[in-house]
Nanobody, 121 residues
C-alpha cells in the first residue's frame, strides 16, 4: 500500500484545515487507516483511525470533538477535517494503513510521507 498525504499548511488558532491521504496498491486489504502526528521533540502519537469497511472511528482524547476522520472508498482517499485548531496541534501529520485486525491505535505497517501543520497563536 502506498500513501500520499497532503493538505498541511499554516493556519491561525481557531481555524480549520483538511488533510487528505491518497492510497494506492493493495487497498482492498486495508483494515484500518489512521492519522498520527509528531510534534518537534516529541514522539509520534495516534490522532484518529477509521475501519475501511464499516466506517467505525476512533479518536485520541486530545482531538475528540474537534477532528473528524472520514474516507471515500471509491477514491481510496482518507481525510482528516481539523476544526478549532490549537497551537499544540502543530506537528507533522502522517497517514497510515493497517492490513490486519487488532488495535486501531497501533501496529500500522504502511506510512505516508507526512504533511506539516502549523497553528499560530
Amino acid at each position: 500500500v502506498q500513501l500520499q498525504a497532503s493538505g498541511g499548511g499554516l493556519v491561525q488558532a481557531g481555524g480549520s484545515l483538511t488533510l487528505s491521504c491518497a492510497a494506492s496498491g493493495r487497498t482492498f486489504s486495508t483494515y484500518y487507516m489512521g492519522w498520527f502526528r509528531q510534534a518537534p521533540g516529541k514522539e509520534r502519537e495516534f490522532v484518529a483511525a477509521i475501519r475501511w469497511t464499516g466506517g467505525a472511528t476512533y479518536y485520541a482524547d486530545s482531538v475528540k470533538g474537534r477532528f473528524t476522520i472520514s474516507r471515500d472508498n471509491a477514491k481510496n482517499t482518507l481525510y482528516l477535517q481539523m476544526n478549532s485548531l490549537k497551537p499544540e496541534d502543530t506537528a507533522v501529520y502522517y497517514c497510515a494503513a493497517r492490513l490486519n485486525s487488532g488495535s486501531a491505535y497501533s501496529g500500522y505497517g504502511y506510512w505516508g510521507q507526512g504533511t506539516l501543520v502549523t497553528v499560530s497563536s
